[in-house]
């Protein structure tokens, strides 16, 4: 149930005007933020997503100190999107920690890959929530860890890179959801896990950073490179002005890209405040401002609001909206309870959004809490 006792009223003062003359008064917008439902276990490195029929999942991920996995680990959380409650559970094959998923057609969802039985996995499997039960899709190639993955326009999945275990991997894979295969495609120009994807107005897909950050020597990419499903082929897409991985991206209502945060090789010590958008049309990258607060592990931490703002909810002790038009960040007066990493964060709704989940940094404890964010108008 929702504990409206200690909800919070965040008033923010955005410093750009608008296009009218506005003043940045008149184009404050609020923010409300309360205690959300329960996980049915603490989550962290989970997934979180809209399943469509008012459904949301929380899947997978690590329910036990130091983020090992348990039998929670091969459950799914199925939330009521409208009242926000907890409305069921269901089962994977396998307990996975650091699943990648995929919004497949008819609410299913693809899980793959991630840590199964100590060891990266190449098993994936598809959940129905309607059932509540997994069925064993397709093996991959080869086991990934956090490869960049992103839905074509067409359905199909992209699957790229990832770490295998040993090192970080290059080559590439499409899962068709009418076959039900995976079939082979081009390869990345460089091997890197920890990537993000984000799929263009055009069709293609905008592959940033990553690199290796899972075994040393650790590397951070700045590269970039683009896919192109007409032709299956990768090409380089310019570089970013600082390498970093475990970062965020989101697609804005211009079609350019915005990459957000991250780290360099120094992982903790290494937490990035720097933002960087790629110019579609020019095909490069530019600055594009600071967060308020440095911050990484928020791949699936960010949402797009009204007004050219962004929601970075992951990676501090506070929320924070960043203002693409003044490139800057402004952090919420609002206390999560400690700095969280691998949150999730999704919209329930135009009005609604879920961030749940994640460990306190420095403690690698999971939770179950969750938070509803009750988004501005617009």
């Known amino acids: 149930m929702r504990n409206v006792s200690i909800c919070a009223l965040l008033s923010l003062a955005m410093t750009a005007c608008v296009a009218n003359g506005g003043s940045a008064a008149e184009q404050a917008s609020e923010i ?118 992103a839905r074509l326009a067409d359905g199909r999945i992209l699957i790229a890179g990832g770490y295998d275990g040993t090192d970080v991997r290059s080559d590439a894979e499409i899962f068709d959801p009418v076959s039900g295969r995976l079939n082979a495609t081009g390869s990345l120009g460089a091997a ?74 120094r992982d903790y010590d290494g937490k990035l405040r720097s933002v960087e958008r790629f110019d579609v049309a020019a095909g490069r990258f530019v600055s594009a401002g600071n967060l308020a607060d440095p911050r990484f592990k928020i791949s699936d931490g960010l949402l797009l609001l009204s007004g050219n703002r962004v929601l970075v909810a992951a990676g501090d002790s506070a929320p924070e909206i960043f203002d693409v038009a003044s490139g800057t960040g402004r952090r919420l007066d609002y206390d999560l309870g400690g700095p969280w990493n691998y949150m999730t964060l999704v919209r329930a709704d135009a009005r609604t959004a879920l961030l749940a989940g994640g460990y306190r940094e420095g403690r690698i404890e999971p939770t179950d809490q969750s938070w509803i964010i009750h988004l501005p108008k617009g």
Not at 34 to 56: D, M, Y
Not at 101 to 130: C, K, M, N, Q, Y
Not at 234 to 258: C, E, P, V, W
């Open 32 to 149: 409300r933020i309360e205690s959300g439902p329960r996980l049915g276990a603490p989550r962290a490195t989970h997934q979180l997503v809209a399943a469509g029929e008012g459904r949301l999942l929380a899947i997978g991920g690590c329910v036990r100190a130091g983020c090992e996995a348990g039998p929670a680990s091969a459950t799914v959380d199925i939330i009521d999107a409208g009242s926000m409650e907890l409305a069921g559970s269901g089962q994977l094959l396998a307990e996975r920690i650091q699943p990648s998923v995929a919004a497949l057609p008819g609410g299913r969802v693809l899980i793959l890959g991630g840590w199964v039985d100590g060891r990266v996995s190449a098993t994936t499997e598809i959940f129905d929530p309607a059932t509540g039960q997994s069925v064993a899709g397709p093996a991959m190639a080869v086991p990934r860890n956090a490869p960049a993955v």
């Open 192 to 265: 890197r896990s920890g990537a993000t994807a984000t799929l263009l107005r055009d069709g293609r897909v905008l592959v940033t950073g990553g690199g290796r950050p899972d075994r040393e020597p650790r590397q951070a990419l700045a590269s970039a490179e683009l896919f192109d499903p007409a032709t299956g082929r990768f090409s380089a897409a310019g570089t970013m002005a600082q390498g970093r991985y475990k970062h965020g991206a989101l697609r804005l209502d211009n079609g350019d890209i915005l990459v957000v945060g991250g780290s360099d090789v």
